[in-house]
């Protein structure tokens, strides 16, 4: 029998919890090698204020900046206030109302979550621009000069956009804390005369008031590192100063100035979530049966029926069919040697990021359940603060670390008496996994997290006293177990992976262009059509989670 000591991992962790580690071991080293991985990228951006470059600032001063700071401040109003409003909205009406064809919205009001935002930006100018068939219908019906219609490239069709593909963060979270409240509570609150809105009010939205602000926060995260949407809409943030300033300017520098002001924006917004959340806990103590629904019966339930159904073609039937319909008109033109290899490199990326990621995530789980102290939370904790950092904050950190070190490793080569030339890990396929691995890390750690939560601590320890190894504990007891979380984890960082913009397309090597790279190009250009293929094949690939999540909120209700 082994012996138990402070060190061995059959402890049981609560032993130690909140504590400081009496002496490092292998866990220690690990989860901080990781976190540091995520620090560095962070440290880099924040260095760049060392070197400004005056020039480039005063022409941005004088031009862009009070624009930037305005357009990121109305699109993150905008849109929070939006998917607040829409999402838990939806979400009372399918937990708490009964009306025609409530069991079917339940799921279907969370398929917009499969389009990315890019892709859902240019099929709304593609349909609803001066040129587009909606517009051209109109004028043929009621003449020219005869009607009025908003203009999609402003601000409102921004946030719009982002509205409708970014509502599910707030539906899912808000529906699950609708669900869970208790039936004996909102049944007390009626007994007292409230109706539906007077429970909703005043019961049910307190309680669930810090799933709702978690979903917004999420969405606002995904707000702010957005770069394809704004950048299809023209309309000038933080993330396409950064672009413009490397690719512009040519100056990394001042791109990592500009991130450092973006990650300000993504800190100050999760804070605020975290104050919020600290000072708004509500505990429901009389959880009891299913929940009760108000029955909407007549014109109020078809009211209801007809609205969301409206909202369900806007926000995916309307945008998936006009893809159909783009793709088989460039298909003959798209569908080629070129496509396959768009695919093979989105593939290849979004794999060897799922199967890193994931790696990284299972360390991760056990540094955490191993070692619960203090040093391993806090290194766990940075490890994971890579899915609030926007991918083109990301890429700038991760490309001005590699090219010092690129450099340091020709000036150490040109002493030993060799001459290399060119970029060694910078514009690399490593260096792009890196930010894939840093971005995600938090996406792959919480299916795997759970999936070790549910593992009793007795089973390795009950293998280890009957003499097995670690690597066989491993193999015949945690990785049969935690499969599901481990598979999950995985198929959701390759999605992530295939559909992020930003990094890709700042970082990517020459000639390794993905679906995501195309989509931008052909939309930079107006090429609608041209971009409806490889934006239908992310749209199909990005229904992989939400068929997970759909099949999860079936087993809720």
């Not at 279907?108 to 240019?122: D, E, G, N, R, T």
Request: glycine share 8%; with cysteine; charged share 15%.
């Amino acid at each position: 029998m082994h012996e138990i000591t402070p060190d061995n991992p059959i402890l049981r962790p609560e032993a130690r919890k909140g504590r400081l580690p009496g002496r490092l071991n292998k866990w220690h080293y690990a989860s901080g090698a990781l976190a540091l991985l995520v620090a560095i990228p962070l440290l880099v951006v924040f260095s760049g204020w060392l070197q400004p470059d005056t020039e480039i600032w005063s022409h941005l001063a004088e031009t862009l900046l009070n624009q930037l700071f305005i357009n990121t401040i109305k699109l993150v109003i905008g849109v929070g206030l939006g998917v607040t409003l829409l999402g838990v909205t939806l979400a009372w009406l399918t937990t708490r109302c009964d009306f025609p064809g409530r069991g079917l919205f339940d799921w279907m009001l969370m398929l917009p979550l499969a389009i990315p935002a890019y892709v859902m930006a240019f099929v709304a100018i593609g349909l609803l621009d001066f040129s587009g068939p909606v517009q051209t219908a109109l004028r043929s019906w009621l003449g020219v000069g005869h009607y009025w219609f908003p203009e999609i490239r402003s601000t409102g069709g921004v946030i719009a956009v982002m509205v409708l593909v970014l509502y599910p963060y707030v539906y899912m979270l808000a529906r699950t804390a609708f669900l869970t409240q208790g039936r004996s509570t909102l049944e007390a609150a009626q007994t007292l005369g409230y109706g539906p809105l007077e429970v909703f009010r005043r019961v049910a939205l307190p309680m669930a008031r810090p799933a709702i602000v978690a979903g917004t926060s999420l969405a606002l995260m995904e707000t702010l590192a957005d770069f394809g949407t704004v950048a299809t809409f023209n309309y000038d943030t933080f993330t396409t100063a950064i672009y413009k300033a490397w690719f512009g300017f040519f100056s990394l520098q001042t791109a990592s100035q500009l991130a450092s002001l973006l990650l300000l924006f993504v800190f100050i917004s999760l804070m605020t979530e975290r104050a919020t959340r600290r000072r708004a806990q509500y505990h429901d103590t009389m959880r009891s049966g299913k929940p009760t629904r108000f029955i909407l019966h007549g014109w109020r339930g078809w009211s209801i029926t007809a609205a969301l159904s409206l909202l369900f073609a806007i926000a995916f039937l309307i945008p998936f069919i006009q893809l159909c319909l783009w793709a088989m008109e460039s298909i003959s033109e798209e569908f080629d040697s070129r496509y396959f290899g768009l695919l093979y490199h989105t593939l290849l990326l979004g794999l060897l990021a799922a199967l890193l990621t994931s790696a990284c995530a299972l360390v991760l789980g056990f540094a955490r359940r191993y070692q619960r102290d203090r040093l391993t939370a806090f290194t766990v904790n940075i490890a994971n603060l890579g899915y609030a950092l926007p991918g083109s904050v990301l890429a700038v950190g991760i490309m001005i670390a590699l090219t010092q070190s690129d450099h340091f490793f020709h000036r150490l080569t040109g002493l030993l008496g060799y001459n290399t030339t060119g970029q060694i890990l910078g514009g690399s396929v490593f260096a792009l996994l890196i930010a894939y691995v840093i971005r995600f890390m938090a996406v792959a750690h919480g299916p795997v997290e759970t999936g070790l939560s549910r593992i009793r601590y007795s089973l390795p320890e009950a293998a280890r006293t009957l003499g097995a190894r670690p690597r066989e504990i491993l193999t015949r007891i945690y990785l049969p177990l935690i499969r599901p979380g481990l598979l999950t984890a995985m198929l959701l960082v390759l999605v992530d992976t295939m559909k992020e913009m930003p990094a890709t397309l700042l970082m990517r090597p020459f000639g390794w262009d993905t679906l995501a790279v195309r989509i931008y190009e052909m939309t930079s250009e107006g090429e609608w059509e041209r971009a409806a293929l490889p934006a239908i094949t992310l749209v199909l690939v990005g229904l992989l989670p939400v068929i997970l999540l759909v099949r999860k909120t079936l087993q809720d209700r």
